[in-house]
C-alpha cells in the first residue's frame, strides 16, 4: 500500500540532500568543535558554517544563532533566559500557545512572575486591543507563535513586534512551524528571540535554533560548558547542526505555492462536498500546509484511523487521542464545542505531497465520514 | 499509545454496527463532553439475546470495545450477559490502553441499562 502521509505538523521526512550532509559528521568528521586539534577544527568548520547559513536565512548575524536540542528547548530557553536575567515582572502570552510555551509560563508564575494570556478570535487571531491593554510598566517579554500548529493560523507578529519596539519590551516568536514556510527577517522586524526546530522542515530531529537578538541577554537554562556563547551547555551536535543547515536552503518557492495549491483543493473539496464540515482557522492567513476541519457528529481518532487503514498519516485534537482525554486547548479557545473539537481532522501537506495523494484523499474521506456517521448516535 | 491488531481488526471491520429495527430494548449512555456515546439496541426472544446492535459515537478503543461487546454476548441468555464484564472485553480485544479502559466499563453500562429497560417493560 501507498503510504500518504499528511502529518507533516508532527514532523517532517529528513530530505535525502540534507542526510547526505550529515552523514560524514557521524565518522569521518566526528571530532568535538571545542577541541584545537584538527578533527576539532574540522568540527568547528562545520559548526561555524552552519551558523552563517541559519542567520543568513532570516538576515540575522552568525553570532546571533545558537543551537539546542530542538523547539521545546528554544522556546524553555527564550522565556525563562529572560524572565530569570530579569527577575521579576510581568510575561504576556497568547491562550494558544504550544505546550511547551504556556507550562513555560506557568511554571515560571509560580516562581513569582506574573503572566497574562491573551484572547484570540474565532480564527485563531490574537486580540491586538487585549495585548496592547495588557502591557505594563513591568512588562518584560511578549511571546506570541508566529503560525498555530494545529490550526495554521499567521499572526500578525509585524504588529506585535511594533509594539514591543514602542513600549522596550522583549519579543519572543515561536516560529517552529513556520520557519522556511514564511520568510522571516529580523532586519525588517524586531523580533528579538525566534525559536526554530529542524525536524519540522525536512531537517533531523532533536536539533533546534534560538535566534538571539544582539545585546538581548538570557540567563542560561544549561550549565556545564562554554558552548554556545556560554548560553547552552554540551558538546555540538555537528550531525544535527549541518542538518538544519542544509534543510533552511532546500525549500523552493515552488513547493510553497504547490503547497499552497493542494491545501486549496483539499479545503474547497471537503467544504464543498462533506456536510456539516467546517474549517477550523483563518482561510487567508492560513500556513500554506495546513488543513484543520472539524466534522459533526464523528470522532477525530475514529477518522484517523480509518484514513490510516488506507494508508493516509493524519492527526485529531479530539480528547480521545490525547493523554489527557481533554480536547485541543487551540480549538476549545478558538470557541469550538467539545464535539466540534472531538471531530476534528488536521492534514498537514509537505513538499513531497503530490495531487495524486491529495486526489485519493478526496477519494476516500467522504465515505470515511458517511460511514462513522452512520455508526453514530448523533444524527 | 498502541493498540493491538485484534482491537484494530474490529475497528475495520464492525459487524454489530446498526441499527435493530423494533428492537427489545435500547439505552444510549455517555456524553459528548467526555466524547463518546453509546447506544444499544436488544432483541430478547425466550430470555436469549437474539440480537445486539450499537451505534457509538467515540474513538477507535469505544467502537471497538462495542464491536467486542455485541460478539461476546450475541446467542447468551440475559443472565449469562449481564456477568459479562469489562475484563472480559479487554482480554476479548488483548489489552486496552489504561487511559482508554472506561470504554469498556460504559458499553457494559450501557448494556445493563438496556436490560433495566427490558425488565421493567416486561
Redesign the interface.
Known amino acids: 500500500m501507498n503510504l500518504i502521509y499528511l502529518d507533516n505538523g508532527a514532523t517532517t521526512k529528513v530530505d535525502d540532500k540534507v542526510i547526505k550532509k550529515m552523514l560524514p559528521y557521524f565518522n569521518e568528521k566526528f571530532g568535538n568543535a571545542s577541541s584545537l586539534h584538527q578533527k576539532g577544527q574540522e568540527a568547528r568548520m562545520a559548526l561555524e558554517e552552519s551558523r552563517r547559513t541559519v542567520a543568513n536565512a532570516i538576515s540575522a548575524k552568525p553570532s546571533e544563532i545558537i543551537f539546542t536540542s530542538g523547539g521545546s528547548e528554544s522556546n524553555n530557553l527564550a522565556i525563562k533566559g529572560v524572565a530569570y536575567e530579569k527577575g521579576r515582572g510581568h510575561i504576556i502570552t497568547s491562550k494558544i500557545e504550544h505546550p511547551c510555551v504556556l507550562r513555560t509560563v506557568e511554571e515560571l508564575e509560580k516562581k513569582g512572575f506574573e503572566a497574562t494570556y491573551i484572547d484570540v478570535d474565532s480564527e485563531g487571531f490574537i486580540d491586538l486591543d487585549q495585548l496592547k491593554n495588557s502591557i505594563r510598566k513591568d512588562t518584560i517579554l511578549i511571546s506570541v507563535m508566529h503560525a498555530n500548529n494545529e490550526i495554521g493560523t499567521i499572526q500578525p507578529i509585524e504588529q506585535i513586534a511594533e509594539l514591543c519596539k514602542k513600549h522596550d519590551i522583549i519579543f519572543h516568536t515561536d516560529a517552529v512551524q513556520s520557519f522556511t514556510k514564511i520568510p522571516i527577517s529580523v532586519k525588517k522586524l524586531k523580533i528579538d528571540l525566534i525559536s526554530f526546530s529542524g525536524h519540522k522542515f525536512h531537517g533531523p530531529k532533536g536539533i533546534g535554533a534560538l535566534y538571539i537578538r544582539e545585546r538581548i541577554k538570557l540567563k542560561k537554562q544549561m550549565h556545564g560548558g562554554s558552548q554556545e556563547r556560554k548560553l547552552r551547555a554540551g558538546t555540538e551536535n555537528i550531525s544535527g547542526i549541518v542538518g538544519f543547515a542544509e534543510a533552511t536552503k532546500i525549500i523552493k518557492n515552488s513547493d510553497i505555492k504547490n503547497m499552497t495549491k493542494l491545501r486549496d483543493k483539499l479545503i474547497d473539496f471537503i467544504l464543498n462536498n462533506i456536510d456539516n464540515a467546517r474549517l477550523n482557522g483563518s482561510r487567508e492567513r492560513r500556513l500554506c500546509n495546513n488543513v484543520n476541519i472539524s466534522f459533526d457528529?464523528?470522532?477525530g481518532?475514529?477518522i484517523g484511523?480509518?484514513l490510516d487503514?488506507k494508508g493516509i498519516c493524519s492527526s485529531t485534537g479530539?480528547?480521545?487521542?490525547s493523554?489527557s482525554?481533554e480536547?485541543s486547548h487551540v480549538l476549545k479557545t478558538i470557541g469550538l464545542?467539545?464535539?466540534e473539537a472531538?471531530g476534528s481532522l488536521r492534514l498537514t501537506l509537505s513538499k513531497y505531497t503530490k495531487e495524486k495523494d491529495i486526489d485519493f484523499v478526496i477519494k476516500v474521506l467522504p465515505d470515511i465520514i458517511k460511514k462513522l456517521r452512520?455508526?453514530?448516535?448523533?444524527k | 499509545?498502541m493498540y493491538s491488531e485484534k482491537l484494530?481488526d474490529y475497528?475495520?471491520n464492525?459487524k454489530f454496527?446498526r441499527e435493530i429495527k423494533n428492537p427489545s430494548a435500547v439505552a444510549?449512555e455517555g456524553n459528548?463532553?467526555?466524547?463518546?456515546?453509546?447506544?444499544i439496541f436488544l432483541k430478547i426472544k425466550n430470555n436469549k439475546i437474539k440480537d445486539i446492535s450499537y451505534?457509538?459515537?467515540?474513538?477507535?478503543?469505544?467502537?471497538a470495545a462495542s464491536e467486542s461487546f455485541c460478539r461476546i454476548v450475541k446467542g447468551k441468555t440475559i443472565e449469562e450477559a449481564k456477568k459479562v464484564s469489562y475484563e472480559d472485553i479487554k482480554n476479548d480485544l488483548g489489552d486496552v490502553p489504561a487511559?482508554?479502559l472506561h470504554c469498556t466499563h460504559m458499553v457494559i453500562k450501557t448494556f445493563k441499562k438496556a436490560i433495566e429497560n427490558y425488565e421493567n417493560k416486561n
Do not use: R
Open positions: 457528529a464523528v470522532e481518532e475514529a484511523g480509518y487503514a479530539s480528547a480521545c487521542s493523554k482525554l480536547p464545542t467539545h464535539e472531538h452512520k455508526m453514530s448516535p448523533i | 499509545m484494530m475497528f475495520k464492525p454496527a444510549e459528548i463532553k467526555c466524547g463518546d456515546i453509546f447506544k451505534l457509538t459515537y467515540g474513538c477507535i478503543a469505544a467502537i487511559i482508554k
